[in-house]
C-alpha cells in the first residue's frame, strides 16, 4: 500500500474502535435474550446482571453446566461453526446435481441444521450427564441452565405449527417474487424504451405505501372471496381470509418491486453480449435466459431470495391482521405470549421462542455467505 493512500494510525485505532462499538451493541440484545432464555423465572428478571448470567436459582433447581459441559460445548460449536464454512460447502458443491446448485444448498442447510439439533440438544445432554458423574469437581454445576422454556415452547405450545405457516409463507413469498423478479428485471434490463422507466417508477411508488394501505385494499376481496370465486369453483370456492394464501398476496406486492428493482441492476452488470451469442448459437430469448444468463446471475438471485425471505419471516403487520389464530406464523404468536393475564413463566417462554426464530436466520446466512457476499458486490460493481 502507497503513502498516500495508507490510513494514519489514529484513523485506524477510531475505525475500529467505532466498529466494535457498533457490533456490541447490535449483538447485545440478542446475547441477553439466549441468556434470559434458559434461566429460571427469577433469575431471568433479577435485577443483578451477574445472577442472570449465572443463574444461581436454576442452579440451585438442579439444572445447570459444569465446567467440563461448558468447555466441550464450546469446542463442539466451534468444529460445527467452521464446519459449515469450509467442508459444507465443498460437499454441496461435489454431490449437487448439475443446475440444481440452490436445491443443494436449500438441503444441505436442512440436513446441517437437523444434524446440529439432534447432536448439541440430544446426544450431548446424555454425553455431558454421563461424565459428570465420574469427573469429579470438574462434574459440579458452575452455571445455571434449563431448557424446559424450549421444551414448553416447542411442545406444550405447539409453536412448531407456527414455524410451519411461517415456513410455508416465506417460500411461497419467495418463490413467487423470485420468478416474477427475475423475469421482469431481465424484460427491463434488455429494454431500451421509456416505457420500462416509467414501470420501474410505479413499482417504486408502490415500494413506498405503507403496508396498512395495500392490507386494507386487499381486505375486503379475502372476505368475499368465497362468493367470488363461486361461479368459477362452486362449492369449492375459498374464503381466503384467514388463510397463507391472502398473506403470500400481500406480501408479494410489497416485496415485487424491490425484487424487480434489485434483480435488475444485477442483470445490467451483465454484457448483453452473452445474449447475442447464444442468440448466435440458436437459443430462443428464453432459452438464452435459463441457460447462459441465470448461471450467471446465481449469487444476485439468492441476495434477493435472502431479502424476500426476511420480509415474509419477520412480517408482524400483515400476518397479524390477515391470519386466524390456527395459521398464525411465529412473530405474532411470540406478541400472543403478552397480554394481562401474562405471567413470568410466560414472558420467559417467549423470549425462547423469539431466541428460537433467529436460529434459521443465522444458518442461513451461515450457508449462503459466500453467494450473499459475491451478489452483493456484483450489485456494486459494473461489469
Not at 469429579?136 to 421444551?151: A, D, F, K, M, S
Not at 425484487?259 to 428464453?286: K, Y
Not at 431466541?355 to 450473499?372: E, G, H, K, N, Y
Request: charged share 10%; aromatic share 12%.
Amino acid at each position: 500500500m502507497s503513502k498516500a493512500t495508507a490510513q494514519p494510525l489514529s484513523l485506524k485505532l477510531a475505525s475500529g474502535a467505532f466498529l466494535a462499538f457498533w457490533c456490541l451493541i447490535a449483538a447485545f440484545p440478542i446475547a441477553w435474550i439466549a441468556v434470559m432464555s434458559v434461566k429460571s423465572p427469577r433469575d431471568a428478571f433479577d435485577a443483578s446482571a451477574w445472577n442472570v448470567i449465572t443463574g444461581p436459582a436454576t442452579r440451585a433447581a438442579g439444572n445447570g453446566l459444569s465446567f467440563l459441559d461448558i468447555l466441550l460445548g464450546l469446542i463442539v460449536l466451534y468444529f460445527a461453526i467452521r464446519w459449515a464454512f469450509t467442508k459444507l460447502p465443498r460437499l454441496v458443491e461435489q454431490f449437487s446435481p448439475p443446475g440444481f446448485i440452490v436445491l443443494g444448498w436449500l438441503v444441505g442447510a436442512a440436513v446441517y441444521g437437523l444434524l446440529f439439533v439432534l447432536i448439541f440438544f440430544g446426544a450431548l445432554p446424555v454425553i455431558f450427564g454421563a461424565l459428570n458423574s465420574i469427573a469429579g469437581p470438574l462434574g459440579t454445576p458452575i452455571l445455571g441452565l434449563t431448557t424446559e422454556h424450549y421444551v414448553a415452547v416447542w411442545g406444550e405450545n405447539q409453536f412448531y405449527r407456527n414455524f410451519m405457516n411461517s415456513m410455508i409463507v416465506t417460500a411461497g413469498v419467495v418463490t413467487v417474487s423470485l420468478t416474477v423478479g427475475t423475469l421482469a428485471g431481465y424484460g427491463l434490463a434488455r429494454s431500451g424504451s421509456n416505457l420500462a422507466f416509467w414501470l420501474l417508477i410505479i413499482a417504486l411508488v408502490f415500494r413506498a405505501l405503507p403496508h396498512s394501505v395495500l392490507v386494507a385494499g386487499y381486505l375486503p376481496w379475502f372476505i368475499n372471496s368465497a362468493e367470488i370465486l363461486r361461479p368459477i369453483l362452486g362449492d369449492l370456492a375459498p374464503t381466503l381470509y384467514g388463510q397463507p394464501l391472502a398473506i403470500i398476496a400481500v406480501l408479494v406486492a410489497i416485496n415485487q418491486p424491490f425484487t424487480i428493482w434489485m434483480l435488475r441492476s444485477f442483470f445490467q452488470n451483465i454484457p448483453a453480449e452473452l445474449d447475442e451469442a447464444a442468440r448466435v448459437d440458436g437459443c430462443s430469448h428464453f432459452q438464452a435466459f435459463r441457460r447462459v444468463i441465470m448461471p450467471v446471475m446465481w449469487p444476485g438471485v439468492i441476495t434477493t431470495g435472502l431479502f424476500s425471505f426476511l420480509l415474509g419471516y419477520n412480517d408482524f403487520l400483515v400476518t397479524a391482521l390477515l391470519l386466524d389464530a390456527q395459521n398464525q406464523t411465529m412473530v405474532p404468536a411470540i406478541a400472543g405470549y403478552f397480554n394481562r393475564e401474562t405471567t413470568t413463566t410466560d414472558q420467559v417462554e417467549a423470549v425462547a421462542a423469539a431466541v428460537s426464530i433467529t436460529a434459521p436466520l443465522f444458518l442461513l446466512v451461515m450457508v449462503f455467505q459466500r453467494q450473499i457476499v459475491s451478489g452483493l458486490t456484483a450489485g456494486a460493481v459494473k461489469g
